[in-house]
């Protein structure tokens, strides 16, 4: 009898259980935000900090009560697709948000994968914020791509130009992974070098995404004597080996790079051989951050349990939809709404001190506001951390 | 010249150590163990968690990874192949089994390590330097000593020990070994299990040099399988000549070819198209197999 009783009273429970699961889940709709990118591979860094930067930022609001977009609290669910850096498999994934209902979708974060997802994005009126270069994505006829950070034309001339007045820079040399990014990124690196005036001592060596020894790739740049010696494109896996290779064979010059890196991968692969080594850093230095900003790494950090610096920077894109859509609601289901909004949009920058604002810029760089508004922090390592070198503003 | 020859032997000497592991498996139970280089990256992952995260001496996250690697081996092959061989006649079982192995690991890598490039601080310091003909860092030559070291202790257990001998009369003959009383589950238990743990010592070796990460897997089983289709699939003496081959033609490549572009593995694959039209069993391969 007592058995039985027992029975039945755990079963209420459980039903209960489930129905207010049920009601608590059901309390505020859910706006869904895709993310189509790399996690997996050797770059699976770069897209890793998109999605938990999403998935950090989503947790919190929903823990908060919601994202209020027109006086509705909404629940933040995001969707997740691993690219594995394929374009093939980026257009899957694009297909996929657009049979998931999903206007809105961060990555991807190549440039061949970006240019692939174009026409889905385009048919299906999705609007995508990747984390890639080609000009063509955010320039007319072109309107549905939002660059997520600051590309490497923007970044790469302002510190040659800055290395070149502080350091007495003259010669430079580009060393790239043969892959469409570093390549396309060398090319304007080298370009923009030649334009500022710098001699371009070497810019033809490229090497495998998977080389294990950088030492015979990197000896003919070496003995071109560079004052400075650009990564193009770097990948987080690769930078460590390409500065111990390039220290180990005697360079003793500037080693800098375009793409965010992160400060432990460093400190491990390279140790004080790394020292002085320059890269473009996440949007945010302990000057700049926020409390808002401060408690995102916190969460990020008790969530996923390291803290990846490149978050820095890819806590925006999620922060930007959602305030664009918050502006003008009807942005919600209409891309066409929310291209409208972009032009004149400005929302205060929680991630910032000061009165810095969330804004869409690019009028310079495109010809229209289609790239989000961060800060360009330079970053310089050294013994195991970064070290902001200059702060710059993209127009 | 000279730095050609010792970044041939060097990245030969790591080859030579990754392809003996898989053309070990491929002999004893006709395995092509495509899970190879996720084998090698979680091998690197655990030295780097003894070494880097738990302050241990580099030595123990050597054995750890040795230990590690052959005890997942041995369960892979008891509870996995086995079974698999067991009861299908089919050779394109095991490959998928091993592909999934492949991805399994890959998931279980990300979950336990992340997706982050690591490494562990530089077990030697210093430079070799001479006159600028030949620079090689001091961690190179001992790594690239110690797999030389690991290649012979290997031929010494194959041809001096019990389990070696009962390895190479399996893989000569697997009917006639079980015939002669050789224990063929065992054997092949044990040979997986070595296989297993040579791809754990050179990612424990090498994350020293290069570093570990996520993908690098894939990339460093097509290389072990084109030394052992050079040097001829099962054949030992093959795998280490195979190695020591692609190492030097890929240092030769890098510096020669190097004002061509990045062709040098367009030009090896090239050449290994042509070389396997006129001796597809490899250079010490049997045409029978």
Redesign the interface.
């Known amino acids: 009898m007592l058995r039985r009783t027992l029975l039945k009273t755990s079963a209420l429970a459980a039903v209960a259980s489930i129905a207010m699961l049920g009601t608590a889940f059901a309390e505020n709709p859910v706006l869904k935000i895709g993310f189509v990118g790399v996690?997996?591979?050797?770059?699976?860094?770069w897209g890793?900090s998109n999605q938990r930067s999403m998935e950090t930022r989503a947790a919190w609001i929903n823990e908060t009560g919601g994202y209020d977009i027109g006086g509705t609290m909404y629940d933040i669910e995001i969707v997740s697709f691993d690219d594995q850096k394929d374009p093939k498999r980026a257009i899957a994934g694009m297909e996929q948000m657009a049979q998931e209902g999903i206007h809105y979708v961060v990555g991807p974060n190549v440039d061949d994968g970006a240019a692939a997802v174009r026409p889905v994005a385009e048919q299906n009126g999705i609007m995508y914020f990747p984390y890639a270069f080609p000009k063509e994505l955010y320039t007319a006829p072109a309107s549905n791509a939002v660059l997520g950070m600051v590309a490497n034309y923007q970044s790469g001339p302002a510190i040659y130009k800055y290395l070149m007045e502080n350091n007495g820079v003259k010669k430079v040399a580009f060393i790239a992974g043969?892959e469409s990014d570093p390549l396309s990124q060398r090319d304007s690196g080298s370009a923009a070098a030649k334009a500022l005036g710098l001699e371009v001592v070497s810019d033809?060596?490229?090497?495998?995404m998977?080389t294990?020894?950088f030492?015979?790739?990197l000896?003919?740049v070496i003995q071109s004597a560079p004052d400075l010696l650009v990564l193009s494109g770097v990948s987080?896996?690769n930078a460590?080996?390409l500065i111990r290779s390039a220290r180990?064979?005697?360079y003793t010059g500037l080693i800098s790079t375009e793409t965010a890196q992160?400060a432990?991968?460093l400190q491990?692969?390279?140790?004080e051989l790394a020292n002085g080594f320059i890269s473009v850093g996440g949007a945010s230095t302990p000057e700049l951050a926020s409390d808002m900003m401060r408690e995102f790494v916190e969460r990020y950090t008790a969530m996923f349990?390291?803290y990846?610096d490149e978050s820095n920077t890819k806590v925006y894109a999620l922060e930007y939809i959602l305030a664009t859509i918050a502006a003008n609601p009807a942005a919600m289901t209409d891309v066409e709404a929310f291209k409208a909004t972009m032009d004149t949009f400005e929302a205060p920058n929680p991630y910032m001190v000061g009165d810095a604002k969330l804004k869409y810029v690019g009028t310079t760089s495109f010809g229209q506001k289609r790239q989000v508004s961060v800060p360009l922090v330079v970053n310089v390592f050294n013994n195991g951390a970064f070290e902001t070198m200059f702060v710059a503003q993209v127009d | 010249m000279e730095?050609?020859l010792a970044?041939g032997l060097?990245?030969g000497a790591?080859y030579a150590l990754i392809a003996l592991g898989l053309t070990l498996i491929f002999s004893l139970m006709n395995v092509l163990n495509f899970a190879h280089g996720q084998m090698y990256v979680f091998g690197g992952f655990v030295t780097?968690t003894v070494v880097?995260q738990w302050g241990l001496p580099f030595i123990v996250g050597l054995v750890s990874s040795a230990v590690i690697l052959a005890v997942m081996g041995a369960l892979i092959e008891k509870f996995l192949f086995r079974p698999v061989i067991r009861k299908s006649k089919r050779d394109e079982s095991t490959m998928l089994l091993a592909a999934g192995i492949a991805f399994f690991l890959?998931a279980v890598i990300?979950l336990l390590f992340?997706?982050?490039?690591?490494?562990?601080?530089?077990i030697v310091d210093g430079?070799f330097?001479w006159d600028?003909r030949l620079?090689?860092?001091y961690d190179r030559i001992l790594i690239g000593v110690l797999a030389i070291a690991l290649i012979v202790g290997f031929i010494a257990l194959m041809q001096y020990t019990k389990a070696g001998r009962a390895m190479r009369a399996l893989a000569q003959d697997r009917m006639a070994a079980q015939l002669m009383g050789v224990d063929v589950d065992r054997y092949s238990m044990i040979g997986f299990a070595l296989g297993a743990l040579l791809a754990g010592l050179v990612g424990g070796l090498?994350v020293t040099?290069?570093?570990i990460?996520?993908?690098?897997g894939g990339?460093?089983s097509i290389k072990a399988f084109m030394m052992i289709m050079i040097g001829g699939a099962g054949v030992i003496s093959g795998a280490i000549a195979g190695g020591f081959i692609l190492g030097m033609m890929?240092?030769i490549g890098?510096?020669v070819l190097?004002?061509y572009?990045?062709i040098?593995?367009l030009a090896i694959f090239a050449s290994l198209m042509v070389f396997l039209a006129f001796r597809p069993q490899g250079l010490m391969g049997k045409p029978w197999g």
């Open positions: 996690t997996s591979g050797p770059a699976a860094a890793t043969n033809s060596v490229t090497y495998q998977d294990t020894d030492t015979p790739v000896l003919p987080p896996a460590p080996q180990e064979l005697g992160d432990a991968v491990e692969g390279a140790g349990g390291e990846n | 730095q050609i970044n060097y990245l790591q780097y880097a890959d990300l992340g997706e982050k490039q690591r490494g562990v601080p530089k430079v330097n600028m620079i090689m860092p090498l040099i290069t570093g990460n996520l993908g690098m990339p460093t890929e240092s890098l510096t190097a004002v572009g990045d040098t593995y």
